[in-house]
Each structure stands twice: as C-alpha cells, then as structure tokens.
C-alpha cells in the first residue's frame, strides 16, 4: 500500500492512482514489489526537523527515504520537502510538477536499492530517474 499524507504545508496535486500505478511499474523494473511506503510531504522546517534528529545532518534537502524493505519487497517512509522542490525546481528552470514526480521516484529509486552518495553513483541515479520518468509518460 502506498499512501499519501501531508504536514505544515498544503497536499500536493498529484493523481495518487497514477503515480502509485507508476511507482508499482517503476519497481517491477527492478524486480521490486511494493509493500508500505509512506509519502509525507512537508514544508522546509519539518524536512530539517527529520534531517536533524534522525540523521544527525543540519541542512535542509528535497528528499529523506528511511528503508525498510526486506528481500524483494520495499518499504520505506520518504519525506518530501516541496519548499525545496519549488526551490530547486526554479533553480534548475524545470517544471515542478516534473521535478516533484523526480524526487517521488527518487526514493523509491532508493528503496530498490540505488545509491547516490559514492563515486559515479549520482550519475547512474540520474539515469534511473530519467528512465522512470519516461516509464511515466509513456502511454499503457
């Protein structure tokens, strides 16, 4: 079940039922099923507020993914602070609603066990992101 929650700051509009449909397919690529996964989108001070008590980490990000997923099942909570997407979004001249659904799959990227923190890493998650967002907007 994927589900879809909101904290400090106004849901974003996103057509749950697709995205999970496509979240669901984007995982399959990977040999994944979806278990729980837990969307809560937040402002900046909330993001900052998980970064710091869980991570220990004092700055503020798009996107925070705790992993849960056991074998080939993936569970996680993602944290997505849309501050930071509008941010960024702007920043990078891209569209929100595209850049809100990169960061969606992002942690779901994650969960199916990408990395982007090692040498070379943030490359290869690019890449899986643009695949998914093709997987996205193609036709069913």
């Known amino acids: 079940m994927i589900t879809y929650n909101s904290e400090n700051i106004q849901m974003p509009k996103i057509r749950r039922r697709e995205t999970s449909a496509w979240i669901r397919r984007v995982a399959a690529t990977y ?11 937040c402002d900046d001070e909330k993001i900052l507020e998980v970064n710091r008590e869980y991570l220990q980490h004092d700055y503020y990000t798009d996107i925070i993914t705790f992993d849960y997923s056991e074998g080939d099942v993936i569970n996680g909570d993602l944290v997505i602070s849309l501050d930071t997407v509008k941010s960024n979004a702007e920043l990078l001249h891209k569209d929100y609603g595209e850049e809100l659904h990169r960061v969606i799959i992002h ?3 994650h969960l199916c066990g990408i990395n982007d923190k090692g040498p070379g890493e943030r490359k290869i998650m690019e890449q899986a992101e643009n695949k998914a967002l093709k997987i996205r907007y193609a036709k069913n």
């Open 31 to 41: 040999g994944r099923k979806v278990g729980e996964v837990g969307y809560l989108f």
């Open 107 to 109: 942690g779901i990227l």
